[in-house]
């Protein structure tokens, strides 16, 4: 079965990331992923430490693999949560939503490896002379925040610009991804959106129904003018939401309308006032699966592609 170096060095057996969705990447989920051997993450999203503390332990409780906690830096308890994360002994960090350039001396000098999420070429090299472990190039296709660059033309430039290990996300959710993220030179992938539908996942059913019956145009990207734009499916609160971006309505009221949103499509699965985060991937997400089926199906998938090139090229 496939590896690459980055399983080493994390203790790992397969080169898959779980992403950190906030309101669904708990320590439930992260401990499936771990025990089929992928790297699951722990949203710390925007609550404080003491949920953290908590997701912590639950995934502790479900497994002794390497697990990772991802911050998102936007967070209004984001230094709470920074100590936190260094107190309770997690050795793996990804980050979101801005720099994590400031907690990076502390992460480091308590053995930590950072692994920052970025969108461009100037922030992993900005990363890798912070300190990082390694990057995690996402392109725009992936669900949730997103940069301007899509993955294709992300994941070769930045591995071509720094020497750490680079992760590629955005747009991967099968052996046909993953092989062509290792052929642009990644160390391996993140997947977000196709552990969404993990039976361990336990994300509101009305968010899993939605993102199995989704085509490869359900998704919309929104918040462009705010300056953080996030893709997600088409609703009613999605359109509203992009509609309201080409008016006269104030950026403090743009912003409050989705104060909010993602947890009530999460956890109350509301389908009208809900947001939900998801990649352009979805519609080859067609059925719900274990972590460890998911994890299986993908590594087996992408030694046939890459044992098998032979058949397309000659």
């Known amino acids: 079965m496939i590896c690459s170096p980055i399983c080493e060095k994390l203790g ?15 320590g439930k989920l992260a401990a499936a992923v771990s025990n089929a051997g992928g790297l699951g993450i722990i949203a710390a999203m925007n609550l404080n430490g003491e949920y953290l503390r908590e997701q912590i332990k639950i ?10 906690v991802n911050v998102m ?9 920074a100590h936190t994360v260094a107190e309770e002994g997690v050795k793996i960090i ?32 900005k990363m890798e002379r912070c300190g990082a472990f390694a990057v995690v190039a996402e392109g725009g296709e992936s669900g949730g925040h997103v940069g301007e ?37 990644a160390s391996g992938v993140q997947m977000g959106t196709r552990f969404l539908v993990a039976k361990e996942c336990g994300v509101h059913e009305n968010y899993k129904d939605k993102v199995l019956k989704a085509s490869d145009i359900s998704t919309i990207v929104t918040g462009k003018r705010l300056g953080h734009p996030v893709r997600s499916l088409k609703t009613p609160f999605s359109r509203g939401y992009s509609r309201a971006e080409y008016t006269g309505i104030s950026d403090d009221d743009l912003e409050a309308m989705g104060v909010g949103a993602l ?18 991937i979805a519609g080859m997400v067609n059925r719900e699966q274990t972590a460890a089926e998911i994890i299986e199906e993908i590594m087996e998938d992408t030694e046939k592609v890459l044992s098998g090139a032979k058949i397309w090229v000659k």
């Open 73 to 81: 830096l936007m967070s209004p308890h984001a230094e709470e949560v």
């Open 149 to 185: 660059i899509s993955t294709m033309p992300l994941v070769p430039q930045v591995c071509d610009a720094v020497s750490i290990p680079v992760i590629a996300a955005g747009g991967i959710a099968d052996g046909r991804g993953v092989a062509a993220a290792f052929m642009l030179g």
């Open 59 to 68: 995934a502790r409780e479900l497994t002794d693999k390497p697990f990772a």
């Open 263 to 280: 947890r009530l499509a999460a956890v109350e699965g509301d389908e009208k006032k809900g947001c939900f985060p998801c990649g352009q």
């Open 12 to 26: 790992i057996k397969y080169p898959i990331f779980q992403g950190g969705m906030a309101w669904i990447a708990d």
């Open 94 to 125: 990804t980050t979101g939503a801005g720099s994590p350039a400031a907690f990076m001396p502390m992460w480091i000098e308590n053995g930590i490896k950072v692994i920052p999420v970025i969108a461009s070429v100037a922030m992993a090299k």
